[in-house]
Protein backbone atom coordinates (compact mmCIF):
# COMPACT_ATOMS: atom_id res chain seq x y z
CA UNK A 1 0.00 0.00 0.00
CA UNK A 2 1.26 3.04 -0.08
CA UNK A 3 3.35 3.46 2.88
CA UNK A 4 6.44 2.96 0.49
CA UNK A 5 8.44 1.66 3.04
CA UNK A 6 11.85 2.31 2.98
CA UNK A 7 14.53 -0.24 1.82
CA UNK A 8 18.29 -0.16 1.77
CA UNK A 9 19.90 -0.22 -1.84
CA UNK A 10 23.29 -1.60 -1.93
CA UNK A 11 25.89 -0.17 -3.87
CA UNK A 12 29.53 -1.24 -4.22
CA UNK A 13 31.38 1.15 -2.47
CA UNK A 14 33.64 0.02 0.27
CA UNK A 15 31.99 -1.17 3.78
CA UNK A 16 33.01 2.21 5.86
CA UNK A 17 31.72 4.14 3.94
CA UNK A 18 28.45 2.31 3.11
CA UNK A 19 26.44 3.18 6.40
CA UNK A 20 27.64 6.80 5.78
CA UNK A 21 26.04 7.46 2.03
CA UNK A 22 22.54 5.20 2.83
CA UNK A 23 19.84 7.36 2.78
CA UNK A 24 18.33 7.79 6.83
CA UNK A 25 15.31 5.97 7.81
CA UNK A 26 12.03 8.25 7.22
CA UNK A 27 11.22 8.41 10.46
CA UNK A 28 14.96 9.84 10.99
CA UNK A 29 13.99 12.31 8.54
CA UNK A 30 10.73 13.11 9.59
CA UNK A 31 12.40 14.18 13.29
CA UNK A 32 15.04 15.84 11.42
CA UNK A 33 12.57 18.01 9.76
CA UNK A 34 10.29 18.46 13.10
CA UNK A 35 13.87 19.79 15.21
CA UNK A 36 14.31 22.15 12.03
CA UNK A 37 10.88 23.46 12.97
CA UNK A 38 11.28 24.20 16.40
CA UNK A 39 14.51 26.12 15.35
CA UNK A 40 12.59 28.38 12.96
CA UNK A 41 10.67 29.16 15.66
CA UNK A 42 13.49 31.28 17.02
CA UNK A 43 14.58 32.50 13.58
CA UNK A 44 11.25 33.79 11.66
CA UNK A 45 8.79 36.66 13.40
CA UNK A 46 5.72 34.73 14.51
CA UNK A 47 2.76 36.06 12.58
CA UNK A 48 -0.52 34.82 10.72
CA UNK A 49 -2.85 36.10 8.15
CA UNK A 50 -6.19 37.36 8.55
CA UNK A 51 -8.48 34.26 7.38
CA UNK A 52 -12.76 35.10 5.84
CA UNK A 53 -14.61 31.88 4.53
CA UNK A 54 -14.96 31.19 1.15
CA UNK A 55 -18.21 31.48 -0.11
CA UNK A 56 -18.00 28.80 -2.28
CA UNK A 57 -16.63 26.05 -0.09
CA UNK A 58 -17.28 26.76 3.26
CA UNK A 59 -13.45 26.89 3.65
CA UNK A 60 -11.08 29.04 5.72
CA UNK A 61 -8.58 31.11 3.21
CA UNK A 62 -5.50 32.97 4.16
CA UNK A 63 -6.52 37.08 2.46
CA UNK A 64 -3.61 38.52 0.71
CA UNK A 65 -1.36 40.69 2.07
CA UNK A 66 -2.78 40.32 5.63
CA UNK A 67 -0.01 39.60 7.05
CA UNK A 68 1.15 41.01 10.45
CA UNK A 69 3.72 39.80 13.15
CA UNK A 70 3.43 39.10 16.74
CA UNK A 71 5.94 38.28 19.55
CA UNK A 72 7.72 34.77 19.09
CA UNK A 73 6.19 32.17 20.98
CA UNK A 74 9.64 29.63 20.15
CA UNK A 75 9.28 25.52 20.96
CA UNK A 76 12.56 24.46 22.78
CA UNK A 77 13.53 21.15 22.09
CA UNK A 78 12.09 19.51 25.42
CA UNK A 79 8.88 20.72 24.13
CA UNK A 80 9.43 18.66 21.03
CA UNK A 81 8.29 15.00 22.40
CA UNK A 82 4.98 16.33 23.77
CA UNK A 83 4.52 18.42 20.03
CA UNK A 84 5.24 14.79 18.57
CA UNK A 85 2.65 13.47 20.77
CA UNK A 86 0.10 16.31 20.39
CA UNK A 87 0.66 15.28 16.44
CA UNK A 88 -0.59 12.05 17.00
CA UNK A 89 -3.43 12.98 18.88
CA UNK A 90 -4.59 15.02 16.81
CA UNK A 91 -4.44 12.79 13.88
CA UNK A 92 -5.92 9.76 15.15
CA UNK A 93 -8.59 9.76 12.71
CA UNK A 94 -6.62 8.95 10.07
CA UNK A 95 -3.99 7.14 12.09
CA UNK A 96 -6.66 4.65 13.00
CA UNK A 97 -8.51 4.81 9.58
CA UNK A 98 -5.05 3.77 8.11
CA UNK A 99 -4.94 0.81 10.93
CA UNK A 100 -8.54 -0.34 9.59
CA UNK A 101 -7.53 -0.27 6.03
CA UNK A 102 -4.64 -2.24 6.69
CA UNK A 103 -6.46 -4.70 8.04
CA UNK A 104 -9.46 -5.09 5.72
CA UNK A 105 -7.00 -5.42 2.42
CA UNK A 106 -5.75 -7.96 4.47
CA UNK A 107 -8.37 -10.00 4.87
CA UNK A 108 -9.17 -9.19 0.91
CA UNK A 109 -6.03 -10.68 0.08
CA UNK A 110 -5.56 -13.85 2.07
CA UNK A 111 -9.03 -14.81 -0.06
CA UNK A 112 -6.71 -15.48 -2.60
CA UNK A 113 -9.04 -13.75 -5.59
CA UNK A 114 -6.45 -11.06 -6.19
CA UNK A 115 -3.88 -14.12 -7.18
CA UNK A 116 -6.83 -16.25 -8.81
CA UNK A 117 -8.00 -13.18 -11.04
CA UNK A 118 -4.72 -12.45 -12.28
CA UNK A 119 -4.20 -16.09 -13.16
CA UNK A 120 -7.46 -16.48 -14.90
CA UNK A 121 -6.60 -12.97 -16.97
CA UNK A 122 -2.75 -14.80 -17.58
CA UNK A 123 -3.87 -18.23 -18.95
CA UNK A 124 -6.97 -16.49 -21.05
CA UNK A 125 -4.70 -14.08 -22.87
CA UNK A 126 -1.20 -16.10 -22.74
CA UNK A 127 -1.57 -16.81 -26.64
CA UNK A 128 -2.45 -13.41 -28.04
CA UNK A 129 0.80 -11.51 -27.59
CA UNK A 130 1.22 -7.81 -26.94
CA UNK A 131 -2.82 -7.40 -26.25
CA UNK A 132 -1.81 -8.86 -22.81
CA UNK A 133 0.90 -5.98 -21.68
CA UNK A 134 -2.44 -3.53 -21.77
CA UNK A 135 -4.78 -6.36 -20.16
CA UNK A 136 -1.88 -6.23 -17.07
CA UNK A 137 -1.19 -2.44 -16.84
CA UNK A 138 -5.31 -1.85 -16.27
CA UNK A 139 -5.86 -5.06 -14.16
CA UNK A 140 -3.24 -3.59 -11.53
CA UNK A 141 -3.42 -0.11 -12.47
CA UNK A 142 -6.88 -1.32 -10.36
CA UNK A 143 -5.05 -2.14 -7.32
CA UNK A 144 -3.09 1.06 -6.96
CA UNK A 145 -6.17 3.54 -7.58
CA UNK A 146 -8.27 1.44 -5.27
CA UNK A 147 -6.03 -0.17 -2.35
CA UNK A 148 -3.39 1.92 -2.68
CA UNK A 149 -1.24 -1.46 -4.16
CA UNK A 150 2.61 -0.46 -4.13
CA UNK A 151 5.17 -3.34 -2.37
CA UNK A 152 2.07 -5.73 -2.82
CA UNK A 153 2.81 -5.73 -6.42
CA UNK A 154 6.34 -8.04 -6.18
CA UNK A 155 4.29 -10.91 -5.32
CA UNK A 156 2.99 -10.79 -8.55
CA UNK A 157 5.88 -10.32 -10.70
CA UNK A 158 6.83 -13.92 -11.04
CA UNK A 159 3.36 -14.52 -12.75
CA UNK A 160 3.96 -11.54 -15.09
CA UNK A 161 7.65 -12.73 -16.19
CA UNK A 162 5.88 -16.54 -16.87
CA UNK A 163 3.49 -14.76 -18.90
CA UNK A 164 5.90 -12.70 -20.99
CA UNK A 165 8.66 -15.35 -21.75
CA UNK A 166 5.52 -17.87 -23.07
CA UNK A 167 5.18 -14.86 -25.12
CA UNK A 168 8.86 -14.81 -26.70
CA UNK A 169 9.74 -11.31 -24.08
CA UNK A 170 11.36 -11.38 -21.21
CA UNK A 171 11.63 -10.42 -17.43
CA UNK A 172 12.13 -6.71 -18.15
CA UNK A 173 8.79 -6.70 -19.70
CA UNK A 174 7.06 -9.28 -17.03
CA UNK A 175 8.07 -7.05 -14.52
CA UNK A 176 6.85 -3.85 -15.98
CA UNK A 177 3.72 -5.12 -16.84
CA UNK A 178 2.64 -5.88 -13.56
CA UNK A 179 4.90 -2.79 -11.79
CA UNK A 180 4.32 -0.11 -14.01
CA UNK A 181 0.20 -0.95 -13.83
CA UNK A 182 -0.01 -0.55 -9.75
CA UNK A 183 2.29 2.64 -10.09
CA UNK A 184 -0.23 4.07 -12.64
CA UNK A 185 -2.94 3.17 -10.98
CA UNK A 186 -1.26 4.69 -7.55
CA UNK A 187 -0.19 7.49 -9.11
CA UNK A 188 -3.70 8.80 -10.78
CA UNK A 189 -5.25 7.43 -7.18
CA UNK A 190 -9.07 7.71 -8.25
CA UNK A 191 -10.50 5.82 -4.56
CA UNK A 192 -6.60 5.38 -2.97
CA UNK A 193 -7.41 6.24 0.51
CA UNK A 194 -4.12 6.72 1.49
CA UNK A 195 -2.79 9.52 -0.80
CA UNK A 196 -5.56 11.47 -2.65
CA UNK A 197 -7.84 10.85 0.80
CA UNK A 198 -5.55 11.97 3.10
CA UNK A 199 -4.29 14.83 0.75
CA UNK A 200 -8.23 16.08 0.75
CA UNK A 201 -8.90 15.34 3.99
CA UNK A 202 -5.96 18.09 5.12
CA UNK A 203 -6.94 19.96 2.50
CA UNK A 204 -10.62 20.21 3.73
CA UNK A 205 -12.11 19.54 0.44
CA UNK A 206 -14.82 16.74 -0.19
CA UNK A 207 -12.98 13.17 -0.61
CA UNK A 208 -12.52 11.58 -3.67
CA UNK A 209 -13.51 14.56 -5.45
CA UNK A 210 -12.48 16.06 -9.27
CA UNK A 211 -11.83 11.75 -9.88
CA UNK A 212 -12.69 12.99 -13.37
CA UNK A 213 -9.25 14.74 -14.26
CA UNK A 214 -7.63 11.65 -12.54
CA UNK A 215 -9.64 9.45 -14.18
CA UNK A 216 -8.15 10.96 -17.19
CA UNK A 217 -4.72 11.09 -15.97
CA UNK A 218 -5.31 7.37 -15.66
CA UNK A 219 -6.02 6.24 -19.51
CA UNK A 220 -3.01 8.75 -20.48
CA UNK A 221 -0.78 6.84 -17.89
CA UNK A 222 -1.86 3.40 -19.23
CA UNK A 223 -2.16 4.20 -23.14
CA UNK A 224 1.50 5.40 -23.14
CA UNK A 225 3.15 2.93 -20.93
CA UNK A 226 1.39 0.55 -22.82
CA UNK A 227 2.49 1.45 -25.87
CA UNK A 228 6.28 1.77 -24.17
CA UNK A 229 6.40 -1.52 -23.09
CA UNK A 230 4.56 -2.82 -26.40
CA UNK A 231 7.87 -1.86 -28.18
CA UNK A 232 10.11 -2.97 -26.14
CA UNK A 233 8.89 -6.05 -26.27
CA UNK A 234 8.46 -6.17 -29.21
CA UNK A 235 12.26 -5.17 -30.01
CA UNK A 236 12.79 -8.13 -28.23
CA UNK A 237 10.85 -10.97 -29.67
CA UNK A 238 12.55 -9.48 -32.81
CA UNK A 239 15.82 -10.28 -31.16
CA UNK A 240 16.36 -11.43 -27.47
CA UNK A 241 19.94 -10.02 -27.03
CA UNK A 242 18.54 -6.67 -27.31
CA UNK A 243 17.11 -7.19 -24.26
CA UNK A 244 18.22 -5.12 -21.44
CA UNK A 245 18.85 -8.09 -18.79
CA UNK A 246 19.55 -10.47 -21.52
CA UNK A 247 22.11 -12.86 -19.35
CA UNK A 248 18.88 -12.99 -16.66
CA UNK A 249 17.13 -14.84 -19.47
CA UNK A 250 20.49 -17.09 -20.89
CA UNK A 251 20.17 -18.30 -17.26
CA UNK A 252 16.82 -18.07 -16.29
CA UNK A 253 15.35 -19.97 -19.63
CA UNK A 254 11.80 -19.48 -21.42
CA UNK A 255 8.18 -20.65 -21.50
CA UNK A 256 8.41 -21.58 -17.70
CA UNK A 257 4.35 -22.68 -17.66
CA UNK A 258 4.52 -25.04 -14.79
CA UNK A 259 4.79 -21.66 -12.66
CA UNK A 260 1.08 -20.68 -14.29
CA UNK A 261 -0.19 -24.28 -13.69
CA UNK A 262 0.47 -23.97 -9.78
CA UNK A 263 -1.38 -20.85 -9.33
CA UNK A 264 -5.54 -20.85 -7.68
CA UNK A 265 -8.59 -21.68 -9.99
CA UNK A 266 -11.59 -18.78 -9.48
CA UNK A 267 -13.55 -20.23 -7.17
CA UNK A 268 -17.23 -19.17 -5.73
CA UNK A 269 -16.06 -17.45 -2.73
CA UNK A 270 -14.36 -15.24 -5.00
CA UNK A 271 -16.24 -14.38 -7.13
CA UNK A 272 -18.75 -13.41 -4.15
CA UNK A 273 -15.58 -11.69 -3.23
CA UNK A 274 -15.40 -9.82 -6.33
CA UNK A 275 -18.88 -8.97 -6.64
CA UNK A 276 -18.78 -7.70 -2.83
CA UNK A 277 -15.86 -4.99 -3.68
CA UNK A 278 -17.37 -3.87 -6.47
CA UNK A 279 -20.56 -3.04 -4.55
CA UNK A 280 -18.71 -1.82 -1.95
CA UNK A 281 -16.95 0.98 -3.84
CA UNK A 282 -19.69 1.73 -5.43
CA UNK A 283 -21.59 2.30 -1.89
CA UNK A 284 -18.59 4.26 -1.30
CA UNK A 285 -18.54 6.80 -3.97
CA UNK A 286 -22.26 7.47 -3.30
CA UNK A 287 -21.36 8.05 0.37
CA UNK A 288 -18.83 10.46 -0.39
CA UNK A 289 -20.59 12.55 -3.03
CA UNK A 290 -23.60 12.58 -1.78
CA UNK A 291 -24.01 12.02 1.64
CA UNK A 292 -20.42 13.81 2.65
CA UNK A 293 -18.56 10.96 4.66
CA UNK A 294 -15.43 11.61 6.18
CA UNK A 295 -12.92 9.74 7.97
CA UNK A 296 -14.74 7.98 10.74
CA UNK A 297 -17.78 7.00 8.50
CA UNK A 298 -15.07 5.54 5.90
CA UNK A 299 -13.62 3.46 8.42
CA UNK A 300 -16.89 2.19 9.20
CA UNK A 301 -17.14 1.06 5.84
CA UNK A 302 -14.64 -0.38 5.10
CA UNK A 303 -14.28 -2.22 8.29
CA UNK A 304 -17.97 -3.49 7.26
CA UNK A 305 -16.79 -4.54 4.35
CA UNK A 306 -14.08 -6.67 5.46
CA UNK A 307 -15.89 -8.25 8.11
CA UNK A 308 -18.45 -9.69 4.94
CA UNK A 309 -15.99 -10.24 2.37
CA UNK A 310 -14.71 -12.79 5.19
CA UNK A 311 -17.57 -14.33 6.05
CA UNK A 312 -18.42 -14.78 2.22
CA UNK A 313 -15.11 -16.58 2.13
CA UNK A 314 -16.49 -18.93 5.07
CA UNK A 315 -13.90 -17.33 7.55
CA UNK A 316 -14.71 -17.67 11.05
CA UNK A 317 -14.57 -14.51 13.20
CA UNK A 318 -11.46 -15.70 14.59
CA UNK A 319 -10.17 -16.01 11.07
CA UNK A 320 -11.10 -12.65 10.21
CA UNK A 321 -9.74 -11.17 13.62
CA UNK A 322 -6.56 -12.41 12.94
CA UNK A 323 -6.19 -11.75 9.43
CA UNK A 324 -7.34 -8.01 10.27
CA UNK A 325 -4.60 -7.84 13.39
CA UNK A 326 -1.73 -9.00 10.31
CA UNK A 327 -2.56 -6.44 7.95
CA UNK A 328 -2.88 -3.95 10.83
CA UNK A 329 0.57 -4.70 11.84
CA UNK A 330 2.10 -4.30 8.37
CA UNK A 331 0.73 -0.81 7.91
CA UNK A 332 1.83 0.14 11.90
CA UNK A 333 4.43 2.12 9.91
CA UNK A 334 2.64 4.31 7.83
CA UNK A 335 -0.67 4.87 10.14
CA UNK A 336 2.34 5.70 12.90
CA UNK A 337 4.22 8.28 10.30
CA UNK A 338 1.35 10.36 9.99
CA UNK A 339 1.03 11.13 13.62
CA UNK A 340 4.62 11.87 13.76
CA UNK A 341 4.79 13.85 10.46
CA UNK A 342 1.73 15.89 11.98
CA UNK A 343 4.35 17.06 14.57
CA UNK A 344 5.79 19.11 12.30
CA UNK A 345 2.78 21.42 11.95
CA UNK A 346 1.94 21.19 15.70
CA UNK A 347 5.42 23.16 16.06
CA UNK A 348 4.98 25.42 13.09
CA UNK A 349 1.29 26.46 14.63
CA UNK A 350 2.34 26.65 18.52
CA UNK A 351 5.59 28.69 17.28
CA UNK A 352 3.04 30.45 14.72
CA UNK A 353 5.78 30.67 11.95
CA UNK A 354 3.58 28.50 9.16
CA UNK A 355 2.40 31.50 8.15
CA UNK A 356 5.29 33.30 8.03
CA UNK A 357 6.67 30.54 6.23
CA UNK A 358 3.87 30.38 3.48
CA UNK A 359 4.22 34.10 3.68
CA UNK A 360 7.82 34.11 2.99
CA UNK A 361 7.11 31.39 -0.33
CA UNK A 362 4.55 33.78 -1.60
CA UNK A 363 6.55 36.57 -1.46
CA UNK A 364 9.31 35.13 -3.55
CA UNK A 365 7.15 34.01 -6.18
CA UNK A 366 4.08 36.08 -6.25
CA UNK A 367 4.93 38.13 -9.40
CA UNK A 368 5.97 35.03 -11.40
CA UNK A 369 3.33 33.96 -14.32
CA UNK A 370 0.93 31.02 -12.62
CA UNK A 371 2.65 28.53 -14.62
CA UNK A 372 5.95 29.13 -13.02
CA UNK A 373 4.64 28.99 -9.61
CA UNK A 374 2.44 25.92 -10.18
CA UNK A 375 5.38 24.09 -11.86
CA UNK A 376 7.71 25.05 -9.29
CA UNK A 377 5.12 23.19 -6.39
CA UNK A 378 5.06 20.53 -9.09
CA UNK A 379 9.50 20.50 -8.78
CA UNK A 380 9.49 20.66 -5.19
CA UNK A 381 7.04 18.23 -4.52
CA UNK A 382 8.82 15.69 -6.57
CA UNK A 383 12.11 16.82 -5.06
CA UNK A 384 9.77 15.21 -1.66
CA UNK A 385 9.20 12.49 -2.70
CA UNK A 386 13.05 11.17 -2.49
CA UNK A 387 13.62 12.14 0.88
CA UNK A 388 9.81 11.28 2.70
CA UNK A 389 9.11 8.01 0.85
CA UNK A 390 5.81 7.50 2.48
CA UNK A 391 2.91 8.70 0.86
CA UNK A 392 1.19 9.40 4.42
CA UNK A 393 3.99 10.79 5.69
CA UNK A 394 4.35 12.89 2.56
CA UNK A 395 0.83 14.46 2.62
CA UNK A 396 0.91 14.81 6.20
CA UNK A 397 4.25 17.33 6.23
CA UNK A 398 3.69 19.09 3.05
CA UNK A 399 0.10 19.76 2.57
CA UNK A 400 -0.39 21.74 5.49
CA UNK A 401 1.91 24.51 3.63
CA UNK A 402 1.10 24.28 0.24
CA UNK A 403 -2.34 24.29 0.47
CA UNK A 404 -2.33 27.90 2.50
CA UNK A 405 0.02 29.20 0.08
CA UNK A 406 -2.21 27.92 -3.23
CA UNK A 407 -5.02 29.97 -1.78
CA UNK A 408 -2.42 33.06 -1.86
CA UNK A 409 -1.37 32.54 -5.62
CA UNK A 410 -5.26 31.72 -6.70
CA UNK A 411 -4.41 28.15 -7.14
CA UNK A 412 -7.00 25.69 -6.41
CA UNK A 413 -7.03 22.86 -3.37
CA UNK A 414 -7.68 20.12 -5.91
CA UNK A 415 -5.32 21.37 -8.06
CA UNK A 416 -2.89 21.31 -5.00
CA UNK A 417 -4.02 17.78 -4.40
CA UNK A 418 -3.29 16.50 -7.80
CA UNK A 419 0.40 18.33 -7.54
CA UNK A 420 0.98 16.48 -4.15
CA UNK A 421 -0.61 12.95 -5.76
CA UNK A 422 1.88 12.92 -9.02
CA UNK A 423 4.91 14.26 -6.87
CA UNK A 424 4.26 10.96 -4.66
CA UNK A 425 3.93 8.80 -7.34
CA UNK A 426 5.75 9.23 -10.48
CA UNK A 427 9.26 9.08 -9.49
CA UNK A 428 8.84 5.15 -6.78
CA UNK A 429 9.89 3.01 -9.57
CA UNK A 430 12.91 4.35 -10.14
CA UNK A 431 13.63 5.98 -6.51
CA UNK A 432 16.35 3.12 -4.65
CA UNK A 433 14.46 3.84 -1.26
CA UNK A 434 11.38 2.05 -2.99
CA UNK A 435 9.96 -1.06 -1.21
CA UNK A 436 7.95 -1.39 -4.78
CA UNK A 437 11.11 -1.11 -6.86
CA UNK A 438 13.34 -3.34 -5.11
CA UNK A 439 11.28 -5.98 -3.88
CA UNK A 440 10.21 -6.33 -7.67
CA UNK A 441 13.54 -6.50 -8.32
CA UNK A 442 14.71 -8.59 -6.24
CA UNK A 443 12.10 -11.08 -7.16
CA UNK A 444 12.52 -10.76 -10.82
CA UNK A 445 16.62 -10.45 -10.53
CA UNK A 446 16.74 -7.65 -12.40
CA UNK A 447 19.29 -5.52 -11.92
CA UNK A 448 18.65 -2.08 -10.59
CA UNK A 449 21.30 -0.54 -13.31
CA UNK A 450 19.56 -2.51 -16.05
CA UNK A 451 15.94 -1.34 -14.78
CA UNK A 452 16.77 2.18 -14.59
CA UNK A 453 18.30 1.97 -18.36
CA UNK A 454 14.66 0.72 -19.49
CA UNK A 455 12.32 3.39 -17.41
CA UNK A 456 14.61 6.68 -17.28
CA UNK A 457 12.98 7.94 -20.54
CA UNK A 458 9.67 6.47 -19.62
CA UNK A 459 9.87 8.61 -16.33
CA UNK A 460 10.75 11.63 -18.61
CA UNK A 461 7.56 11.48 -20.55
CA UNK A 462 5.24 10.61 -17.03
CA UNK A 463 6.70 13.46 -15.78
CA UNK A 464 6.19 15.96 -18.61
CA UNK A 465 2.59 14.33 -18.32
CA UNK A 466 2.08 14.88 -14.88
CA UNK A 467 3.21 19.02 -16.09
CA UNK A 468 0.72 19.04 -18.56
CA UNK A 469 -1.80 17.81 -16.26
CA UNK A 470 -1.06 20.39 -13.39
CA UNK A 471 -1.07 23.12 -15.83
CA UNK A 472 -4.29 22.11 -17.45
CA UNK A 473 -5.84 21.67 -13.88
CA UNK A 474 -4.86 25.14 -12.95
CA UNK A 475 -5.92 26.81 -16.66
CA UNK A 476 -9.14 25.68 -15.55
CA UNK A 477 -9.29 26.39 -12.36
CA UNK A 478 -9.91 22.13 -11.46
Not at 128 to 148: D, E, K
Not at 186 to 196: D, E, K, Q, R, S
Not at 289 to 310: C, N, P, R, T
Amino acid sequence: MSTKSTVEFSTDPPSKFKSFFKMPHTLVIIIFIILASALLTYILPAGEFDRVEDKETGNKVAVENTFHSFDQNPVSIIEVPLAIVHGLTSASDVVFFIFIIGGVFQIINSTGTIEAVTARVGKTFMNRGLVVIPIFLTLFSIGGFTMGMSAEVMAFVPIGIAIARSLGYDAVTGTAMVMLGAASGFTAGLLNPFNVGIAQSIAEIPLFSGMWLRAILLVVLLAVTSLYIMRYAKKVKRDPSLGLAYELEQTEGKGKLDFMTSLPQLKLTHYFTILTIVLGFGVLIWGVSQKGWWMEELAAFFLSLGIIVGFLSRYGPSKIASEFVIGAKEITFGAFIVGIAKGVVVVLEQGAVIDSVVNGLFTAIEHLPTQIQVMGIYIVQNIMNVFITSGTGQAATTMPILVPLADLINVTRQTTVLIFQLGDGLSNCILPTSAMLMGSLAVSRIKYQEWVKFFWPLLFIWTVIGAVFVLIADAIQY
